[in-house]
């Protein structure tokens, strides 16, 4: 086993490589379908400032990730969206009720954040760990995805491979790094519905 140090002020920290089974589920599920990928390993990081103390500075856009309930609670969204980026709850509520809406498909209706239990249950994911990988866990392809399409805009969107983007590998310990073509790729592995749309 590795031992790691990483230095924070006059504090080192000591860390290994484990790697959790929640990690090791996602990284073979890429390896299994061949999608390229990078990780990296790092202290842990459940909300954005602690993560990005241990980010490395590769270019890619990092990531953060949300998932939501609808007001009767039989309907579930994850909403990924640049990491420097807020969201106004009552905004988005409008903005997925319109595209939902344009689907054909019910109101989301009132938003609120779904409990861990929800998130257990839909993603096999705990709070502070929610990621698109969560998604190789819906079996019944019960959770839509919505992206925000701010994505497209940041990097050289018009040779996609040169652009990349970065989610815990439903650990955060870890950091996967993955070019926003092979992420497309992995999400039509999946099932589960996804578009893009304008949060902000």
């Not at 509520?93 to 861990?116: D, M, N, T, V």
């Not at 839509?144 to 701010?150: N, P, S």
Request: hydrophobic share 35%.
């Amino acid at each position: 086993m590795w031992l790691l140090f990483f230095r924070t002020g006059s504090d080192v920290l000591l860390t290994t490589n484990f790697m959790s089974d929640r990690q090791e589920a996602v990284l073979a599920y890429l390896r299994e379908h061949d999608i390229p990928f990078t990780c990296y390993n790092h202290p842990e990081g459940k909300t954005i400032e602690e993560a990005k103390r241990w980010w490395k500075d590769d270019g890619s856009v990092h990531c953060k990730n949300i998932f939501m309930r609808n007001h009767k609670g039989n309907q579930h969204y994850l909403i990924c969206f640049h990491c420097d980026h807020d969201l106004d709850i009552h905004d988005l509520e409008a903005r997925l009720k319109g595209a939902l809406q344009s689907q054909g498909k019910p109101s989301c209706g009132k938003l609120s954040f779904a409990s861990p239990e929800r998130m257990m249950r839909y993603l096999g994911l705990e709070p502070g760990s929610v990621s698109p990988f969560g998604l190789i866990n819906d079996s019944e392809h019960h959770v839509q995805l919505f992206l925000d399409a701010a994505l497209l805009d940041d990097g050289n969107y018009r040779n996609p491979d040169c652009k990349t983007l970065s989610f815990h590998p439903n650990d955060c310990r870890g950091t996967v790094v993955i070019s926003l073509t092979d992420f497309e790729r992995y999400l039509a592995t999946l099932g589960n519905r996804y578009e893009y749309l304008r949060l902000y």
